[in-house]
T-cell receptor, first 113, second 114 residues
Framework: KNQVEQSPQSLIILEGKNCTLQ??????????LRWYKQDTGRGPVSLTI?????NTKSNGRYTATLDADTKQSSLHITASQLSDSASYIC????????????FGTGTRLTVIP | GAVVSQHPSRVICKSGTSVKIECRSL??????MFWYRQFPKQSLMLMAT?????????EQGVEKDKFLINHASLTLSTLTVTSAHPEDSSFYIC??????????FGPGTRLLVL
């Protein structure tokens, strides 16, 4: 069964600190993995997209890693800011199916001053 | 990057009325768009796949007669919630696959049925 699991479910950190969010998946055959940021009451916005051959990809203070062998990904946020407070969703795409996206339940990050 | 818009951003309606939500891809063409529903603190749940020029494909458990989808052009899909009830209150999000093979989401529509 294709599944995407994220941890932790929620996280509170102090402004300026770093944090790492985890995503484990069982989606097969794997196509790519995306991390999205979703602010409350808004649609998800893409942060990174990683294919099978990519191990690390950065987008500003966001760095995503992918281990296709263990089917794990992480999103590292450096020097957190208050505006980073949002839900971060891991979405894994399969190579088959019309809509082949599998969503994690997200990690709710709260950055406090 | 590619932009997907939704209108309205929020709507309040009386029980029994119908509500139409529009989803537009502003700078790219999308033969396929997707409609999701998201309840508080939950992940997005796919409702249906909207195909330009043909019937939508609904996920199991989603009533096609209640959630009418029309994909009239390559840049517009509409979702009509017919005879809305309070349990239909939710956050509705559309998405479209744009270049480079990325799913772009709309900003969402908050529906409240009284």
């Amino acid at each position: 069964k294709n599944q995407v699991e994220q941890s932790p479910q929620s996280l509170i950190i102090l402004e300026g600190k770093n944090c790492t969010l985890q995503c484990n998946y069982t989606v097969s055959p794997f196509s790519n993995l995306r991390w999205y940021k979703q602010d409350t009451g808004r649609g998800p916005v893409s942060l990174t997209i990683m294919t099978f051959s990519e191990n690390t990809k950065s987008n500003g203070r966001y760095t995503a890693t992918l281990d296709a062998d263990t089917k794990q990904s992480s999103l590292h946020i450096t020097a957190s800011q208050l505006s980073d407070s949002a839900s971060y969703i891991c979405v894994v795409s399969s190579r088959i199916g019309a809509n082949n996206l599998f969503f994690g339940t997200g990690t709710r990050l709260t950055v406090i001053p | 990057g590619a932009v997907v818009s939704q209108h309205p951003s929020r709507v309040i309606c009386k029980s029994g009325t119908s509500v139409k939500i529009e989803c537009r891809s502003l700078d790219f063409q999308a033969t396929t768009m997707f409609w999701y529903r998201q309840f508080p603190k939950q992940s997005l749940m796919l409702m249906a796949t909207s195909n330009e020029g043909s019937k939508a494909t609904y996920e199991q458990g989603v009533e096609k007669d209640k959630f009418l989808i029309n994909h009239a052009s390559l840049t517009l899909s509409t979702l009509t919630v017919t005879s809305a009830h309070p349990e239909d209150s939710s956050f509705y999000i559309c998405s479209a696959r744009g270049p480079p093979e990325t799913q772009y989401f709309g900003p969402g529509t908050r529906l409240l049925v009284l």
